[in-house]
């Protein structure tokens, strides 16, 4: 974690947004069951926490408004959604507002549009055929999910075989207690779902985990 709080994201290209924000803390918040009223309230206690990659999943209560909102409270954050399972869904995020997709599988069609719309795109793979495919097709890192079936030792065999840039970040079940054991094996970043933020828990209590998921990642 290089700035607190993070410093506006200037790069011009997807690849370089993306770098710059993994830079700065490497951990996606997943805001799934956010309700835009609770939006700018969580979006300010995980940028106050270091936090910079932000998206809610579209089976969000009103998700294309949260983006919105915290597109526009905090430009300084790599914001977009989750979830997003087709092409009018990634233009429906960019018309939001919203710069990152992130999907629990690899779909070529949701990958190209998000491409196309110059927007930081994160597919969801669990094996290297999966893995390769959603690199070739343009991916600017992979989503391993669900990361209870992925230990670190097939992220260690992933990240022998994948190439050194590619950004390997584990998803599912990940607490500040197992973070070291795949961050040792290769992986370059978190996504943090339920630990972090979960329905009904306030403003002060995801600040809370924020920040102690923040400290476990750097040091």
């Given amino acids: 974690m290089n700035t607190f709080p ?6 011009q290209t997807p690849a370089e947004t993306l770098a710059q924000a993994m830079a700065q803390l ?3 918040a997943i805001l799934r069951g956010l309700t835009p009223a609770e939006a700018p309230g969580i979006g300010q206690a995980l940028i106050s926490s270091g936090f910079a990659i932000i998206e809610v999943p579209l089976n969000s209560p009103e998700p294309l408004q949260s983006i919105s909102l915290l597109s526009q409270q905090f430009p300084q954050a790599l914001m977009g959604a989750g979830t997003v399972l087709n092409a009018q869904q990634v233009k429906d995020v960019h018309a939001a507002g919203g710069r990152l997709i992130v999907s ?3 779909n070529p069609v ?3 549009q998000a491409l196309a719309l110059g ?3 994160l ?3 669990c094996s290297p055929s999966e893995a390769f495919a959603a690199l070739a097709a343009g991916a600017h890192g992979l989503k391993l999910f669900p990361a209870e079936m992925i230990s670190p030792a097939t992220v260690k065999a992933l990240r022998a075989v994948l190439p050194p840039q590619a950004a390997l970040m584990p998803v599912g079940g990940i ?8 961050r040792a094996a290769g992986a370059n ?3 943090l779902g339920s630990a972090l933020y979960a329905p009904g828990r306030n403003a002060d209590q995801v600040r809370e985990k924020a920040m102690a998921f923040a400290k476990t990642f750097c040091h």
């Fill in 104 to 106: 629990p599988n690899f």
């Fill in 175 to 182: 607490t500040p207690d197992n973070m070291a054991a795949y």
């Fill in 26 to 28: 490497p951990l996606i």
């Fill in 119 to 121: 927007m930081v795109v």
């Fill in 110 to 112: 949701v990958v190209a």
């Fill in 189 to 191: 970043g978190f996504g």
């Fill in 123 to 125: 597919p969801g793979v």
């Fill in 6 to 11: 993070p410093a506006l994201i200037t790069s």
